[in-house]
């Protein structure tokens, strides 16, 4: 099945990281507002193109209507004042620039040409036969007498049937008219047109200078060209315009200018590129300068971001050292920001790790020594066997056990379980001093509760301060009289054990906690064994505290099952079957106290104990 999540890139370094989510989307905002800036540009450059290329049309146009405007002028003022002489307005039309020739048909004629005059004077009618009047423009044709295009400026009355009875013919050198036109630089470079509203083709730049005039008319603008066409119906309703062919930048684009002297229309066709083209040069040089821009300031982010990675990799890579517990100098701080804030508190750190690495090490040896203040085995006498274990929370712990032969005895053992309040180093402080007392005691002689009350009574000068204390049990074996003599300092009971009958039978006994009243005088107690076999066991307090992640406590019932359940295996196999039935009952959860286990199996019946494969003590043990 495919999921959303496998094409996901997930980067696994810091330098990824920056790459992706910072360089990257800082080249894709740049490049984003670059390309929105250069269409704003472009924009704007092609608008101002189009409105410079449209004035310098407006500009050629005007000219030619300038030419046009002088005779115009003359006539309007021959039909508004009637009673002028036509022959003055004759002759000032004669003497403009690029007029070949007048003609006067009515009560007056004249005929002007260039180098003869003759003159023909009618009578002139009345001017209220005058009914209407006309002033246009004709169209250019060729004149065989002239040998040249001209174009006719006709003013004429009209009577009410609409018959002409008094008109002035102006005949101007077409080729005169737009020599302004032809002289354009932009006319000589590009393809221009002359062109009328319906489309005929007055003059053009594709045409060559000797070809037939009656050709030329016969030619259609926008006849087969795409953008002539568009052009064509532009400029059917517009004064003035560009008009853009196909492709970016358009192959072609067309300017436009109507004049206003003449019902004629400018039209020049460029080439895309070359109008464009400084358009196009901005744009190549705009995204060069800015794609180099992009790159220098990525380069410099890299640079920078580079520093800053390279430092948290360095400390990184030392706190990996530290980790492993390599002893590291203190890194050198490079700047002021957070990373150099970060370097300064991790040589912080790490000296305080180091010194507690050293403290670590110097628990390590501390537990070792403590291991050895243990005994490494039981002991086992005639009729007698023993096991002992302490299983700490920490490196070192409170807790202690002993299994000795007090010495210049004979078929004696004594078994002692301890347990300081707390636990850690100081605890085990503690107990190695009550393990030096309790031992440099038991080679004097005395009685177990004179032992103890001397113990104590040196005790309190180290504990009077501090406020710590020890619980105790000391319990004496002696085979010959086959009895036990305790004496209890606080600690819980002993439990006592005997197979034959079921039966289970605590020692208890009065007794302060070691270590708080130096006055105090113990007391110890006597407890006859059985001839059959009996299981005696001491423990500290972390056996039947031990919780699981329930909050449940393992409890004394649980090792009374045990001692039922195991009661034929040796002291060893029966203590190793206790510590796993807590560390299942656990399941995992920590264990908050120090767990100490002795246990003293006795049997004056001379019989060998072999232990047998007794089911599991918890229900789900088995599996």
């Not at 115009?72 to 003055?88: G, M």
């Amino acid at each position: 099945m495919i999921r959303i999540s496998d094409f996901i890139i997930r980067p696994s370094s810091l330098q990824q990281k920056t790459v992706l989510f910072i360089l990257l989307p800082i080249f894709l905002i740049l490049t984003s507002i670059g390309y929105l800036g250069m269409r704003l540009v472009r924009n704007v450059l092609l608008e101002q193109w189009q409105e410079t290329a449209v004035a310098k049309l407006q500009q050629t146009a005007h000219q030619v209507d300038m030419r046009l405007l002088r005779p115009k002028e003359l006539l309007q003022l021959h039909q508004n004042e009637p009673d002028l002489d036509t022959r003055s307005i004759i002759n000032q039309l004669r003497r403009l620039d690029g007029v070949v020739q007048v003609n006067s048909i009515g009560s007056q004629t004249l005929l002007a040409k260039q180098g003869n005059l003759e003159t023909d004077v009618l009578l002139r009618r009345g001017a209220s036969l005058r009914q209407r009047q006309k002033l246009e423009i004709k169209a250019p044709k060729y004149d065989q007498n002239l040998k040249s295009e001209t174009v006719s400026l006709v003013s004429a009355f009209t009577d009410s049937a609409g018959k002409e009875y008094n008109s002035i013919e102006v005949v101007i050198s077409f080729e005169n008219l737009i020599n302004q036109i032809v002289r354009s630089p932009w006319w000589k470079s590009n393809k221009a047109f002359l062109v009328e509203r319906d489309g005929n083709i007055l003059a053009s730049t594709t045409l060559s200078e000797t070809a037939n005039p009656n050709d030329v008319r016969k030619l259609k603008f926008g006849a087969t060209d795409p953008l002539e066409k568009l052009t064509l119906k532009a400029l059917q309703t517009n004064d003035s315009g560009t008009v853009f062919g196909p492709g970016k930048p358009p192959e072609n684009i067309s300017g436009f200018c109507r004049l206003t002297e003449a019902p004629w229309t400018i039209v020049l066709i460029a080439p895309g590129d070359m109008v464009l083209q400084p358009i196009i040069n901005f744009k190549n040089y705009y995204f060069l300068s800015l794609g180099i821009g992009i790159v220098l300031a990525l380069l410099y982010l890299r640079t920078v971001i580079s520093r800053t990675t390279t430092a948290i990799r360095r400390v990184s890579r030392a706190a990996s050292e530290l980790a492993e517990g390599t002893s590291v100098l203190p890194l050198v701080v490079h700047s002021r920001d957070e990373v150099g804030e970060l370097t300064h508190n991790f040589n912080i750190m790490a000296e305080q790790l180091q010194e507690r690495l050293q403290l670590r090490e110097a628990m390590h040896v501390a537990k070792e020594i403590q291991q050895n203040f243990l005994p490494s085995a039981g002991i086992s006498l005639e009729g007698i066997d023993s096991a002992g274990i302490c299983v700490y929370c920490d490196e070192t712990g409170g807790d202690y056990f002993d299994l000795f032969v007090p010495p210049g005895t004979e078929g004696k053992m004594t078994i002692v379980v301890g347990d300081v309040a707390g636990h850690g180093i100081g605890a085990a402080l503690l107990m190695a001093t009550v393990r030096g007392l309790l031992r440099s005691r038991v080679c004097q002689p005395g009685t177990s509760a004179q032992m103890i009350s001397d113990v104590n009574r040196l005790l309190c000068l180290d504990t009077t301060r501090s406020g710590n204390f020890v619980t105790l049990f000391f319990l004496t074996l002696d085979l010959e009289t086959r009895s036990v003599n305790w004496v209890r300092c606080g600690h819980e009971p002993a439990l006592v054990y005997t197979p034959g009958v079921d039966e289970f039978t605590e020692l208890r006994g009065e007794g302060l906690v070691l270590g708080v009243d130096r006055d105090w005088q113990y007391t110890d107690y006597t407890f006859d064994l059985a001839t059959e076999k009996q299981i005696i066991l001491l423990g500290s307090d972390g056996i039947w505290e031990a919780e699981n992640s329930r909050g449940e406590r393992f409890g004394k019932q649980r090792i009374r099952e045990l001692l039922t359940r195991y009661h034929d295996c040796d002291a060893q196999r029966l203590l190793q079957e206790i510590i796993a039935a807590i560390s299942l009952f656990q399941d995992g959860h920590p264990q908050l106290d120090d767990i100490t286990v002795a246990i003293v199996k006795t049997d004056f019946s001379a019989v060998t104990w072999h232990c047998s494969s007794p089911a599991p003590f918890l229900p789900d043990a088995a599996s």
